[in-house]
């Protein structure tokens, strides 16, 4: 018998094994049932479908498919994770009020992103409406944040880089103005151009960290404003078919509650960064070093806790006697000797006499730097040019600017309707104008000439010591101001004659001040005669 056990064993394990499969098969059969309904009698498949499980409803939550975002709102998450966070990094590096103000960028930036988002699920309501303004609120508080930084940092050296973003922020508005929004982004990358020009002239040459913020804050501009021109050509696009402006919001913040249950991939990639960390915590002594000798010896706290001690102060003092008194012993005073100074850091410094100041080298002892001409960007750059036989030009646009620097006993000739031009260090220079589309600034350039064929609105003069300004019929409404300047004389003509020659007017140059009614009061000094 035992040459029969070993096929017994096999046969008997070949069947365990199709046993195996056939209740495989029906439990698979069962699993499916409710999806593919297989062909057979109502009352058997009523009765195997009910017999089934109930699936719960949050059972796929796991693997539902994220709902996709609206390309505006990818376009607009690029524009955020690109030049935008580039902008606060190099801000981190610059610290203080600098960061500070970019904080408040970026969270108005993602209020506009919430705003954007809301635009695709919602009809357009009435923008004077109370939920609209609602809406906007977040982003009217970053402004006024942005703008309140810049404010309370007046006597900042920083401050024209504050006022680069603060004078420019409200390009922000672009989401409320139509048909064109671009061109309002446009609007105000002119001020932040006047403010970055006079940043390069401070920091051009002592410190390219803060002229990089400001290439980086320029991409922002540039960025954002080719976003729009794409994305929103005419202004924000509402959906017609969508909700009301109401039931958005609050189906919005429902999903981004931290109080709901679940949230969304939208709610997940717009939640707001996390909060900074806890501040570190105070280090604690123990008893050992709290009775060091180098904490009792000096600093600050060493002295506060010693006047605490009140009159307890006198105890540790000893006793002097009479015979010990140097005012009453002359053998004593005759002995001692004066005690010397303290070698300590502190009393080094102080017994040092500041170092003066290096002097500037004479003219003619400088090296010469090289003359340039170049376009960066939608910026040029004109400098070291000196006693130019010939008249340097330049073709511009509505979106370009000019920064003149270091040329002397030369002529430049700008053709075009420029943004803004800013000019500093250059002395005897004569420039040809065309139009400027916001301002012309002049800095410490003595003996200086100006010609303006078309319309300039502003001019600025600091530091200035004689300077001639022709100004045609069209400018006749410039605005002018200067500061500790003389000498300047304008030259204007009649708008009631068509071929009138130019009439001198001179700049003021003298202020009488005087007190009255502990009011301070001035008028311009006239000489007649």
């Not at 098969?25 to 499916?32: G, I, P, S, Y």
């Not at 949230?263 to 990639?269: A, G, H, M, N, V």
């Not at 017994?351 to 730097?369: A, D, Q, Y």
């Not at 530091?463 to 045609?472: E, F, H």
Request: glycine residues 6%; negative net charge; contains cysteine.
């Amino acid at each position: 018998m035992p040459p029969f056990s070993e096929p017994n064993n096999m046969h008997n394990f070949v069947t365990l094994v199709k046993r195996l499969e056939v209740a495989t098969c029906r439990l698979e059969d069962l699993a499916t049932s409710a999806i593919q309904q297989p062909n057979e009698s109502g009352a058997e498949s009523f009765t195997r479908l009910a017999s089934l499980p109930v699936i719960p409803e949050n059972a796929l939550d796991s693997t539902t498919v994220p709902e996709k975002l609206p390309e505006s709102v990818e376009g607009f998450d690029a524009f955020i994770s690109g030049p935008v966070q580039g902008f606060v990094k190099i801000s981190e590096d610059l610290g203080g009020s600098i960061l500070e103000q970019a904080n408040s960028l970026l969270k108005a930036f993602h209020g506009q992103r919430k705003f954007i988002y809301i635009t695709t699920k919602a009809k357009k309501p009435e923008m004077n409406s109370p939920v609209f303004m609602e809406l906007l609120k977040p982003l009217q508080e970053s402004i006024t944040a942005v703008s309140e930084i810049r404010d309370s940092n007046r006597g900042s050296p920083v401050f024209n880089l504050l006022s680069v973003v603060s004078e420019s922020i409200g390009f922000l508005a672009w989401i409320t103005v139509e048909p064109k929004p671009q061109k309002h982004i446009e609007e105000f990358y002119g001020s932040a151009q006047y403010w970055g020009n006079r940043v390069l002239i401070e920091f051009k040459d002592t410190d390219s960290r803060k002229v990089e913020w400001l290439q980086q804050y320029y991409q922002v501009f540039n960025n954002l404003s080719e976003y729009v021109k794409q994305t929103f050509p005419h202004g924000i696009l509402w959906n017609p078919q969508g909700l009301t402006l109401e039931e958005v919001i609050k189906a919005f913040d429902q999903k981004t509650s931290p109080s709901s249950n679940k949230k969304t991939d939208f709610s997940q990639d717009f939640a707001p960064p996390p909060p900074p960390g806890p501040a570190p915590l105070p280090i604690v002594l123990d008893e050992a070093s709290k009775n060091s000798p180098s904490e009792k010896s000096g600093g600050l706290g060493a002295v506060f806790s010693e006047l605490n001690k009140g009159s307890d102060i006198t105890k540790g003092l000893k006793k002097v006697n009479s015979d010990q008194m140097t005012h009453k012993n002359p053998s004593l005073r005759a002995g001692s000797s004066l005690l010397g100074r303290s070698d300590s850091d502190s009393s080094i410094r102080r017994s040092k006499s500041p170092v003066p100041g290096t002097k500037p080298k004479p003219e003619n002892m400088r090296i010469k730097k090289s003359a340039v001409k170049k376009f960066e960007g939608n910026k040029w750059f004109v400098e070291n040019f000196d006693d130019e036989s010939e008249p340097i030009k330049i073709e511009t646009s509505i979106s370009q600017s000019i920064l003149i620097s270091r040329c002397k006993k030369t002529t430049i000739i700008v053709s075009g309707k420029a943004n803004a031009i800013s000019i500093d260090n250059s002395p005897n220079l004569s420039i040809i104008i065309d139009s400027l589309v916001s301002s012309i600034d002049i800095i410490k350039s003595p003996n200086f000439a100006m010609q303006v064929l078309g319309k300039i609105p502003t001019i600025m003069i600091d530091t200035v010591d004689g300077a001639q300004i022709y100004l045609s019929k069209e400018s006749l409404g410039t605005e002018i101001f200067s500061s500790k300047s003389s000498g300047i004389n304008l030259n204007i003509l009649d708008p009631t004659k068509e071929d009138g020659d130019y009439e001198e007017v001179p700049l003021p140059a003298q202020i009488r001040t005087w007190i009255e009614d502990a009011k301070v009061k001035n008028e311009i000094v006239e000489h007649i005669g």
